[in-house]
């Protein structure tokens, strides 16, 4: 998949003369054929990466036909090389122009013949499946238990060639360069609970109690290659009386009514470089989503509005607090009547199902830049929230669910930009 085509073509669909003016690790900058105005998209993951001639290029990371060392595919364009077998074998370069230093995983259990997709091998059985899936920034090896009778661990050999291990990083030459994440489990009815993982040797296990969780269950140890990813994303329930609980590991993000006159759901969706200069003119921006499941309440009513980024991730509720009354510098935008969702579909600005024009909530955000002095590629969230719901006395269940970086790069947010920049002499970024 590549996210920087997409939204190219997005730009494309409604600006064919658009031509791409620059690119950057997480956005892609276009210039409109009046040589005056700008489109900005930016992403939350990795859109391009440097190649060994110094060249900006686009991520995909299509699995191609390998044949090397007796892999059978391998990635097509990523800043990492994968490798992999119909056995399940794969081989991981955090650097595809460096072959010296990589780190290998062992066969799986017998699972049979996989299925090839786009980006991923998938083996099944009748009580369990496996998929390795390649991302932008990370490595995926999710592990299904279908029901009771599925096995409640799996393991594998690893082997480190030219790297070391320190905690959960592996390093070359004292650089981390792959950050393994602590598996996470999560239910049918996502409910998250943490892994047991061991290492004896160069034998990984990882481990689950699954009591009182519901099947089907997801294991997903994942592989972090960008090593400047930071995202803070989250989403809370609230009550009457004040934020519940705040969720900021997950595969989806919420918004909307999840009870009513009791409990709403509010997001905050963060982008850590956004380039956008200070003092530019916006004149169009707009939230883009892919939802997760389809949705249908008829009277999910939200807003948005915007932040300065966190420093931090939050741990819970009074870090959640600590954040909302000091960062929100935005006005509001209004979106009553949230049409329904479909399933694995993007809603974006520019499109067939389109969000809403939140150019005053991004404004607001770069005129602070301009007042305090900061230039354009500073961190900005924006917050959406359920609005209305808690004083209406509507049926429970008028709420959205959209993807997160944790579920797929690819699917991650992203804030498209129509702008206008303010040009000092001799100067337009």
Partial sequence: MNDAARLRNNTLAVHPNAQVAERGHKWIRHILPSGKDFILDVGQGQM????????????????????????SVKTLQTPYLLRATDAGKRRLYPNRYDLSRYVEFSNLPALGVPQKGENFLQWNTTHAAARIEAQSGAIKFIFTLKDASAPKSISFNVTLTGLTRQGNLLLAGGVPVIKMRKPIAFDANETRRECTFTLTGNKVTISLDTSGLVFPIEIDPTLDLDMADIRFDAYCTYHDSGVQTVYNDTTTLRVGCYDANVYGYCSLVQFSQVPLPRGSAVNHAALGVRSHAALTGANCKTRFTGSLGTSGAWMGVDEWNTWFPTLLVTPHVHWANVPSFAANTWYEGHSATPTPDISAVVQAIAEFWQFTGQVGGNSMGVYWEDYEELSDNTAAGNYRRFQTMDYNAAYAPHLHIDYTPHVAVGQIF
Avoid: F, P
């Fill in 48 to 71: 391009h990466y440097q190649d060994d001639q110094g060249y900006s290029r686009e991520i995909d990371d299509t699995l191609v036909v390998d044949g090397t060392e007796g892999y």
